[in-house]
């Protein structure tokens, strides 16, 4: 299946050097761009992407934009939802959080590798979120030293086998599943079985309480790296 991605930037290089990496992928494809917020809103309702790449400071708004297309209802003939990524160029904790206050389903800095870009496209089409690793690891010790009730306490990881913790872990890191699945060396539906089994044992309901859960027990240090890559 062809992932639609809409591009909208205020610059027009940047622009084209997007479209030209997409573009190359066999399963990705633009078909659309927008210089602003408002021709971005406008032109995902004419187009229905599956993914706008859309950049936070761009006139008109791109937190905004982002906002009114995730309050655009499923189409009823395909129940199509149009997933958007934020872009920026700095690692700013009020707009990480006014994005994923708005909707966005993924958050991407512009110094990211390509083949970040690509995956974190990817991922969103698939229905994961996506955040660049640098950002969720801030993200996440932030929302870590901040208690919670609904959180396990320490203990409860006991529960855990040594793999569930090795998958937890990773999450914390902000890895998707199919980046958990190649950090490991096993497959897709293997890590979401794991993924099912830390929720229903540590009774979480997400990935993002999930990854709380983990630096507030200790399982996972404010600041640290992921894990070395299996052998």
Do not use: C
């Not at 809409?6 to 990705?28: I, Y």
């Not at 997933?83 to 959080?97: G, P």
């Not at 909707?103 to 970040?116: M, Q």
Request: charged share 25%; hydrophobic share 45%.
């Amino acid at each position: 299946m062809t992932i639609r991605v809409l591009l909208a930037d205020d610059e027009p290089l940047v622009r084209a050097g997007l479209a030209m990496l997409l573009d190359s992928e066999p399963d990705l494809t633009v078909v659309g761009e927008a210089g602003d917020g408002t021709a971005a809103v406008s032109l995902a309702r004419d187009l229905q992407p599956d993914v706008v790449l859309m950049d936070v400071r761009m006139p008109a708004g791109g937190v905004e934009a982002a906002r009114q297309l995730a309050q655009e209802p499923p189409r009823p003939e395909t129940d199509h939802v149009i997933k958007v990524i934020m872009l920026t160029t700095f690692n700013d904790d009020d707009a990480v959080y006014a994005a994923l206050r708005a909707g966005a389903s993924g958050f991407l800095l512009k110094d990211a590798a390509p083949e970040n870009l690509v995956s974190a496209i990817r991922t969103v089409a698939s229905g994961d979120a996506w955040l660049h690793p640098p950002v969720a690891r801030k993200l996440l010790a932030d929302f870590a030293s901040r208690p919670e009730r609904n959180v396990p306490p320490p203990a409860t990881m006991q529960q855990l086998t040594d793999r569930e913790r090795e998958v937890l872990v990773l999450i914390a890191h902000g890895f998707s599943n199919s980046e958990i699945a190649a950090h490991l060396y096993v497959g897709e539906a293997t890590v979401k079985t794991h993924v099912s089994r830390i929720f229903i044992k540590l009774g979480l309901r997400d990935r993002a309480q999930a990854a709380v859960a983990a630096y507030q027990s200790g399982l996972v240090k404010p600041g640290s790296s992921p894990p070395a890559q299996s052998e």
